[in-house]
């Protein structure tokens, strides 16, 4: 979920530990796989997964048309009928709330240069809309290490080495407990590129923050 610039440790370790342990085909698409496990559960061409995949109309519509469709098409070859429902983020928006939905596409975006950014949701709490740990049960095994996790991040989050350890090793538990509950599903880290001029004064760039506002620049020319 993480992006490589902010991932625990840099983007040399984010490219380790995706390689080396994310559990689902890293980089790649693997469908024979998908389809075995579908056959597992029971599945088959006369016996298909239904589900809907919702996503904006009006924000990068059309990035997620062409993802969306992308996923239908693949999941086809592992019985799993996908229907695709775009709809203005408004209307997305109220449906998740309301806990209408069922796949809900969505960004994340980086507003500060941390992991706690994007992880501040990947664990059961009221405010996430993946209704994760919200049933009548008792939490599963990830559900309760992700809790864990966060309460054990938010007891260090002061400046101090040995307070980013801790943080670093919360990141990646949360991490890892998605993954085996996949409650959210990575799809890409879009990069934009920010430039000015050098007649422009009194610019300062701040980490991933691109949509900045300035109250007091000058042009030189």
């Keep these: ?40 559960a029971g599945y088959d061409e006369s016996t298909r997964y239904e589900v809907s995949f919702q996503y904006p109309s009006d924000e990068q519509g059309s990035e997620w048309n062409q993802i969306a469709t992308l996923l239908r098409d693949l999941a086809e070859s592992a019985y799993i009928d996908i229907e695709l429902d775009e709809a203005p983020s408004t209307t997305l928006t109220n449906r998740a709330i309301e806990g209408d939905i069922e796949i809900f596409g969505t960004f994340n975006e980086l507003e500060w240069q941390e992991a706690d950014a994007t992880l501040q949701y990947a664990y059961p709490n009221p405010f996430t809309w993946t209704r994760w740990g919200q049933g009548d049960g008792e939490l599963s095994g990830p559900a309760e290490q992700a809790t864990q996790a966060w309460e054990r991040y938010g007891g260090h989050r002061t400046p101090g080495e040995g307070n980013q350890q801790v943080r670093n090793e919360s990141y990646l538990e949360l991490e890892r407990a998605n993954w085996t509950d996949m409650t959210q599903l990575p799809l890409w880290h879009p990069v934009g590129e920010q430039y000015w001029y050098d007649w422009v004064e009194n610019v300062e760039m701040h980490g991933p923050q691109y949509s900045q506002k300035y109250n007091d620049l000058s042009v030189t020319r």
């Design 1 to 40: 979920l993480t992006p490589p610039t902010a991932f625990p440790e840099g983007p040399s370790n984010y490219a380790d530990i995706a390689e080396s342990e994310y559990p689902y085909s890293y980089g790649t698409s693997n469908v024979e796989e998908a389809a075995r496990v579908m056959e597992e």
